[in-house]
Structures are given as C-alpha cells and as structure tokens.
C-alpha cells in the first residue's frame, strides 16, 4: 500500500501543486464505473464537489447524505514539462475510506483506510506538458474487517445505508488536501528524530532514509533561525547545546533541514518543524522533560455544520482558542488521526496530544454508547477469528500508517490505540499485544501507550490493562449508569471501582478520557434534570471531586469540546449533545464552570507531592 508519511515541503528541489477547489463528483451505486470506463472517458453525469470537503452535508436529499458504496472524483491536471526527470506523485492526505486512483485511464494506487495520507506516482500514465485527467474510486462501506468497524443496514427498496459500530457520523469523501508533488528521484524518504536530555543540553538521535547513496547532511536550526547543530551521514547524533526545549503551553520550535548532496550539487532537500522535548511514564506519573504533567482537555471530533469532517482551518483555529481559553493543554484524536496541519498547530501552542488509531468499534454492536455500559456477556467480538486475522491486519497496518506519519510531532506524547474496545475476555489478549507491540517497535521516541477502558470492562474485566503504560477512562457513572436524581449511587460506584483500580494497577498512572452528559443548550431546571445545563454542571462537579481524591489521576478530557454529527436514533438529538460547546462553538455553563477549574491547574503539577 502506497503510504506517504513525509508532510509535502516546497524547497529548492521540491514543488507542490495545491488541487484544492472543485471536482467532477458522481456515485455510483451500481458499482459500474469502472467497467464503464469512468477512469478514462470521464464521469458521464458529474456535479462540481468542494474538496476538501466530506459530500454528504452539501446535498438537500436524503439519500445523497446517506449514499454507503461506491463514488468518484474527477479532474483534470495539468503537469508541466520540466518535471520530466521527477518523481510526480499525487498525495492524498485522506481519502475516506478507500480509493483508487487513475490516470488517463491507467490504474496507479490504491489505499485502505480513511485517515491517513498515500500517494500515487504519475509518472507511467502522465502526458507531459499537457492536461491530464485524474479519476478517483472511492468507496465509503464498513465491515468487521475494516478499521474504523461498522456494518450495512439494507431498506426495504435495497438501498444500503451505515450501520456504524461508533457514534459518529459516517462522513466520507475526499475530506483533506490533495496536492501534487514533483520530487527528485534520489531524496529523502523518511527521518527520525528522538531527543534525549543531557543538563542544558538535549541530544538528538536522527535515522535518514534516502532513495540512494549520495551523502546525507542533517542540521537543526534554533527558533530564531540560527543552525544550533549539524551531522554528516544516515544516522547520528546532535548536541544542542543550551536547548530551547518544547514545554506544554510553552512550546519552542526548531527546524530540522536534510539534504542529500553530490560533492556541490544539492539532490535533495526537505525540512520539518520540530520540537525537543521528551515524555515517559515513571511510576505513577506522566513526565514531559522529566516534570509531572496534569492533562486538560477534550476528546474532540473532526466535525463541523456543512463541512462535515472536511478540513477546516477555521474551525479548527476557533476550536485551539477555544481550549486555550479554557485553561486546557492538550486533547485526543479519538476516534481517528486528524489532519496534519492540526498536529503542526498543536506543536506551535504546546498541546499534549494523545494520538488515537481508528480502532473504534472492536465492540459488537451497532450502538456502543448504549451496549458499551452493559455488562459484558458470551462471545465477544476477539473470539471470531476473522477479527483475529483480517481485522487485526487492518489495525496493524493503521498502527503503522499513523506512527510513520505522526513519529516526529512533539505534540504527539502518547498513543491510544483502541477506543472502547471489548477486552472482556481472554481472546483479545494475543490480538492487544501484537497492537502494543508493532506500536513500541515503530516508534523511535517508545512514547507511552494505551487505549481507552469502557465501562463494559471495568476493573477486574479488562483483561489487557498489563499491556497499557497509563490507563484511560471513558466513564458515564452518571449518565449511562444511575443519571439524574440517582447521581449521588454513581458518584459511590466510580469511587468504589477507583479504589479496585488502585488495588489491581498499583504502578500505574490512570487519566479520564471520556466523562460527560448530553446537554441542549438553553435548557434549564431548578433543581436540574438530565439533559438541562445544570445537570451538565452537578456531573462534573462530582467527577472532579472524585478525580481529586486520587492523586494517581493525572488527567480530564471530558466527552466532548464540542456537539458533533452522528447516526440517527432515540438516543441522539441532531447528534451528540455532549460538547462543553454547541456544534458551532458557542459556550455551554459548563465551558465556564471547566474555564474555572483549569485555569487553576498549572500544566506541570506533582500531584502527589500536593497530597503528601
Ligand atoms: C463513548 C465513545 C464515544 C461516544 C460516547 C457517548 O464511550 O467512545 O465515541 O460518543 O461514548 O457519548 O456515548
């Protein structure tokens, strides 16, 4: 599968060509585009589509919101002449969920899975100098065998619509940035970096993969732009005297250049953004440049009115002053890797980001906010062996695709690579290490790893927490479990599994990454009522006097910063009401109530020298 980690750069030996705007756009739901010859002749009754954008919230009918098969994307590029002696491709930052991709007719890549980037080279099929047409399959369908997990509910007439196993909408489509890249045949393939601290000083261990053998030249320029260390060679190490290093909240950035050079003549040159930091788990603590940390923050969704998933800088740049505003330093990617440029923003403001692989739904149901509470019971999914054999393929190769792309952000301090998912019994214990382990293998920084444990598997169930290096909570005591006026008997169960948990995984730091209620906005009642804007406040009162109670917790990222889209059902009012903000960011009473916890919570907390 033709993945491309490294971020697209124009320097003095690379361009970019930017295919943002609008696309040839058509389904297909007979599947027969292909036989058609669409790849080739051109798609015969296409609308203009915006890309990047996700279809379905553009349309005014149903059936195109809704549309589960296959659908294509077109257009027509022009290459010039004097890329003739470079490697062209065409990158796809996403494609949701899987696409193929054509030129002129002629079939050049395929890729699997929806939130991670791959390239296509041209070279074979382009016509130089000249207009070229580019023809995208893409099909959005989801099985057990798929990463995320999801199924197909067929109506009555024989048209086909999601069944997800995760309780976000199914949105698809070309929902990130292409562009096309002319690079020199012999370049830079992939770079490494793990830092390391020695005093003032932080050391840099650097891994470069080029397509040849011509010298390699690695510097690292300080955030005023000055070069504070340079090596010759494929691998080494840097000496950064003095280092400005990459703290939360109060990041610094340096720039790693690599070149491939031939005695004067520059081969290849690329650069990245860079922040020197390092992060680990020690005893019960999470330390980023050896100082505890306090984690703050949401699980958020890529999600927005009209643009559905569709990368969206505006939003995402309201979404980082919403956090900044509240106090919060960092968020997890559930339920799927977000855009690049997120993570380069999360570098520039100093967010711990807790960077989740799309294994949503390893749960069977086709609810999991409802099942996910119930008790565990019979088979589970990791009991049917082509979960254990085709899925758990699919998982390792998201792990892969997502760790070679994200190795190098300094946000990213800690993988999470399952939400939710049924460990309940023993079956899933082989699958879980093979995940854990590919992760630790890959990455060059062993940053720490874990998942989030559902309230199906609470302590005592999960039969994977050994594997985890801190624990993640997604708990709705509260909500799910003895909401409203039974919220005091949610407050003891939470306290008493606390102390289970304290029993069982005694080394261990624990955070909680999913706690909230649905509120509608603008519903109010004295005393409260689940679903009212008080409700949402006397939750999360009693979850942070819980959380306070135990100086092991080292974090709260409520569910979630914002409402966000999902399948319909009479669970779901227009989605999930969760967020601390509305769908279009406007604040909830709680987003004060949270402003005014936060603020007060420095970044770099010793809890536990708090409690001594
Ligand atoms: C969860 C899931 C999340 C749901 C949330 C909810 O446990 O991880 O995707 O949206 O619960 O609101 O039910």
């Known amino acids: 599968m033709p993945f491309a980690s490294q971020y697209p750069r124009i320097t003095r030996t690379r361009r970019t060509e930017d295919l943002c705007g609008t696309w040839d756009f058509q389904f297909d739901p007979k599947a027969e585009g292909v036989e058609a010859g669409w790849a080739k002749n051109g798609l015969p009754d296409p609308i203009d589509m915006p890309v990047p954008?996700?279809?379905?919230?553009?349309?005014?009918?149903?059936?195109?919101?809704?549309?589960?098969?296959?659908f294509?994307?077109?257009?027509?590029?022009?290459?010039?002449?004097?890329?003739?002696?470079?490697?062209?491709?065409?990158?796809?930052?996403?494609?949701?969920?899987?696409?193929?991709?054509?030129?002129?007719?002629?079939?050049?890549?395929?890729?699997?899975?929806?939130?991670?980037?791959?390239?296509?080279?041209?070279?074979?099929?382009?016509?130089?100098?000249?207009?070229?047409?580019?023809?995208?399959r893409m099909n959005n369908v989801l099985t057990e065998q798929t990463i995320p997990l999801g199924g197909t509910a067929t109506m009555r007439d024989g048209t086909k619509i999601a069944a997800p196993y995760f309780d976000f909408f199914n949105y698809s489509g070309l929902q990130r940035k292409v562009r096309m890249l002319a690079t020199p045949t012999e370049r830079v393939e992939d770079v490494s970096l793990v830092t390391s601290l020695d005093g003032a000083d932080a050391l840099v261990d650097f891994r470069v993969e080029t397509s040849g053998s011509h010298q390699v030249e690695v510097s690292l320029c300080d955030p005023d732009g000055s070069v504070a260390a340079s090596a010759i060679g494929k691998a080494g190490q840097l000496r950064?005297?003095?280092?400005?290093?990459?703290?939360?909240?109060?990041?610094?950035?340096?720039?790693?250049?690599?070149?491939?050079?031939?005695?004067?003549?520059?081969?290849?040159?690329?650069?990245?953004?860079?922040?020197?930091?390092?992060?680990?788990?020690?005893?019960?603590?999470i330390l980023v440049n050896g100082k505890p940390v306090y984690l703050k923050?949401?699980?958020?969704?890529?999600?927005?009115?009209?643009?559905?998933?569709?990368?969206?800088?505006?939003?995402?740049?309201?979404?980082?002053?919403?956090?900044?505003?509240?106090?919060?330093?960092?968020?997890?990617?559930?339920?799927?890797?977000?855009?690049?440029?997120?993570?380069?923003e999360a570098d520039r403001e100093g967010f711990f980001v807790i960077d989740e692989v799309a294994a949503v739904g390893l749960l069977r149901s086709t609810k999991n906010f409802a099942d996910a509470v119930a008790g565990a019971t019979g088979e589970t999914i990791f009991d049917d062996p082509r979960i254990q054999t085709e899925t758990l393929a699919a998982h390792l190769q998201a792990v892969r695709e997502l760790v070679a792309r994200d190795k190098n952000h300094a946000c990213v301090c800690a993988w999470s690579l399952f939400n939710e998912p049924d460990f309940s019994s023993q079956a899933a214990v082989p699958y879980a290490e093979k995940v854990f382990s590919l992760c630790r293998e890959l990455d060059p920084q062993r940053r720490p790893r874990s998942y989030t444990n559902v309230t199906r598997c609470r302590a005592g169930i999960d039969k994977c927490t050994h594997l985890a290096d801190f624990m993640m909570l997604n708990r709705y005591d509260g909500w799910y479990v003895c909401g409203g006026p039974r919220i005091e008997d949610a407050r003891q169960i939470l306290i008493d599994e606390m102390h289970k948990w304290e029993e069982l995984?005694?080394?261990?730091?624990?955070?909680?990454?999913?706690?909230?209620?649905?509120?509608?906005?603008?519903?109010?009642?004295?005393?409260?009522v689940m679903w009212s804007e008080e409700y949402q406040l006397e939750f999360f009162r009693v979850q942070h006097e819980v959380f306070d109670m135990f100086d092991w917790v080292v974090g709260e990222q409520p569910w979630n910063l914002c409402d966000f889209q999902t399948t319909e059902g009479i669970m779901r009012v227009d989605g999930n009401k969760k967020g601390a903000f509305t769908r279009d960011r406007q604040p909830k009473a709680v987003a004060f109530l949270l402003r005014d916890r936060w603020?007060?919570?420095?970044?770099?907390?010793?809890?536990?020298a708090e409690q001594r």
């Open 72 to 136: 294509w994307y077109a257009r027509r590029v022009f290459v010039p002449g004097e890329w003739r002696d470079r490697n062209v491709d065409l990158r796809f930052d996403s494609a949701t969920h899987r696409a193929t991709v054509y030129v002129n007719g002629v079939e050049l890549a395929s890729h699997e899975g929806g939130f991670t980037p791959f390239a296509a080279r041209m070279n074979d099929a382009v016509r130089w100098d000249d207009w070229n047409y580019v023809a995208v």
């Open 53 to 70: 954008a996700s279809f379905n919230d553009v349309f005014t009918d149903k059936w195109s919101r809704e549309y589960y098969g296959d």
């Open 505 to 528: 995984e005694p080394d261990k730091p624990f955070m909680f990454t999913e706690y909230g209620t649905d509120t509608m906005a603008g519903v109010h009642k004295l005393p409260s």
């Open 599 to 608: 603020t007060q919570i420095p970044d770099y907390r010793d809890k536990q």
């Open 240 to 285: 950064v005297r003095d280092a400005r290093l990459w703290n939360l909240r109060a990041p610094e950035l340096y720039t790693v250049w690599v070149r491939v050079t031939d005695g004067e003549r520059l081969v290849d040159e690329w650069y990245d953004v860079v922040g020197l930091r390092t992060v680990e788990v020690r005893g019960r603590q």
């Open 297 to 344: 923050g949401f699980g958020r969704h890529e999600d927005s009115p009209i643009h559905g998933r569709g990368f969206d800088p505006v939003v995402n740049k309201r979404d980082f002053e919403l956090l900044k505003w509240m106090g919060a330093n960092s968020f997890r990617t559930s339920h799927y890797p977000y855009a690049e440029e997120q993570l380069y």
